[in-house]
Nanobody, 124 residues
Framework: QVQLVESGGGLVQAGGSLRLSCAASGRTFSMYKMGWFRQAPGKEREFVAAVTRPNDNTYYADSVKDRFAISRDNAKNTLSLQMNSLKPEDTAVYYC?????????????????WGQGTQVTVSS
C-alpha cells in the first residue's frame, strides 16, 4: 500500500519554473515505478513523465521533453518534477502516481496509487 501527497504547485508566469514534490508512505517505495500525470479542465488525464524500475530509466511526453525533469530519492521516499520554461498550456492539476508492476508507464491504468493532485497555473 502506498499513499502519495503532492506539493509545490502554484501560479507562475510563462517562462518561469516550479518544482513539484510527491511524498510517499510505505517501506517499498523503491520497488514502484513512479509517474507524473496532469489533467486540464475538460481534458483527459495525460502522461507527463515516469521513472521506472529497476534501472530508474526516465521517460517524458513529447510536450515536456527538454523542459521537465523527473527524479526520485528512494532514501527519502520522494518523487520530484522540475518544470522549467513553463507555458500556459502546462496549466493543469498535476498528479503523482505509483505502480507496482513494470510496463504501461504512459497509461493511467499502469498505476494503482494516486495522489490528490496539485494545481499548476501558468499565466501568459
Amino acid at each position: 500500500q502506498v499513499q502519495l501527497v503532492e506539493s509545490g504547485g502554484g501560479l507562475v508566469q510563462a517562462g518561469g519554473s516550479l518544482r513539484l514534490s510527491c511524498a510517499a508512505s510505505g517501506r517499498t517505495f523503491s520497488m514502484y515505478k513512479m509517474g507524473w500525470f496532469r489533467q486540464a479542465p475538460g481534458k483527459e488525464r495525460e502522461f507527463v513523465a515516469a521513472v521506472t524500475r529497476p534501472n530508474d530509466n526516465t521517460y517524458y511526453a513529447d510536450s515536456v521533453k527538454d523542459r521537465f525533469a523527473i527524479s526520485r530519492d528512494n532514501a527519502k521516499n520522494t518523487l520530484s518534477l522540475q518544470m522549467n520554461s513553463l507555458k500556459p498550456e502546462d496549466t493543469a492539476v498535476y498528479y503523482c502516481a505509483a505502480g507496482r508492476y513494470s510496463g504501461s508507464y504512459t497509461y493511467t491504468y499502469g498505476y494503482g496509487y494516486w495522489g490528490q493532485g496539485t494545481q499548476v497555473t501558468v499565466s501568459s
